[in-house]
């Protein structure tokens, strides 16, 4: 079975860009959630999206925005990126919390420098 | 407000003795959780879980324990191994949202 798959993995943008990350699920999860990791930093908590739906974000500007489509692949955009949104961003899925889902697998992230 | 938190943000151990990681919480919501480990570059690998209804949970080299009076759980590793250092986190669930601490960097030495 495959596990979370990113992409990119690497991706460099300058000051002002937007860039977009990707994500699929592993078979079967309904849901992603997006983690940021700065440098030195612990996993700060994005967003989550279950059955096409966001349905919580944390503490980010809305700059920072998503989406999950039909195959509850999902998507990362960042726009006007700044110098410190310069991290690792993680995304990871589960099943949904009513067929058992509370324990969510991680892909292998995204690096994502801004210049 | 960091409702997870892990306060040692780095343990050193010789190998083959035991490494003890701990993890406090404030949210008496939460009913089930897990500890991931990370390497550099990489993304986080699930370990080991445990329900609120236990009070430990093995799985080889490694056992949860969970003191929920106490709102405490440790992550014992026996006996630890050089390829044990990593990064590890604890994470809590309450309905579907993950809160993780902000990890233990474990070396240990051989």
């Known amino acids: 079975e495959a596990g979370v798959t990113q992409s990119p993995t690497h991706l460099i943008k300058t000051r002002g860009q937007q860039a977009t990350l990707r994500c699929s699920p592993i078979?079967?999860?309904?849901?992603v959630y997006w983690y940021q990791q700065a440098l030195g930093l612990g996993l700060q908590f994005l967003l989550w999206?279950?059955?096409?739906?966001e349905r919580n974000r944390g503490n980010f500007p809305p700059r920072f925005s998503g989406r999950q489509f039909p195959n509850y692949s999902s998507e990362l955009n960042v726009n006007a990126l700044e110098l410190e949104d310069s991290a690792l961003y993680l995304c990871a899925s589960s099943r949904n919390w009513g067929s058992g889902g509370n324990t969510i697998y991680f892909g292998e992230g995204s690096w994502l420098t801004v210049v | 407000d960091q409702q997870v938190k892990q306060n040692s943000p780095s343990l050193s151990v010789q190998e083959g003795r035991i490494s003890i990681l701990n993890c406090d919480y404030t949210n008496s919501m939460f009913d089930y959780f897990l500890w991931y480990k990370k390497y550099p570059a990489e993304g986080p690998t699930f370990l080991i879980s445990i329900s609120s209804i236990k009070d430990k949970n093995e799985d080889g080299r490694f056992t949860v324990f969970l003191n929920k009076s106490a709102k405490h759980l440790s992550l014992h590793i026996v006996p630890s191994q050089p390829g044990d250092s990593a990064v590890y986190f604890c994470?809590?669930?309450?309905?579907?949202?993950?809160?993780f601490g902000s990890g233990t960097k474990l070396n240990v030495k051989p």
């Open positions: 994470a809590a669930l309450d309905f579907n949202k993950f809160y």
């Open positions: 999206y279950d059955e096409g739906e």
């Open positions: 078979s079967g999860h309904t849901s």
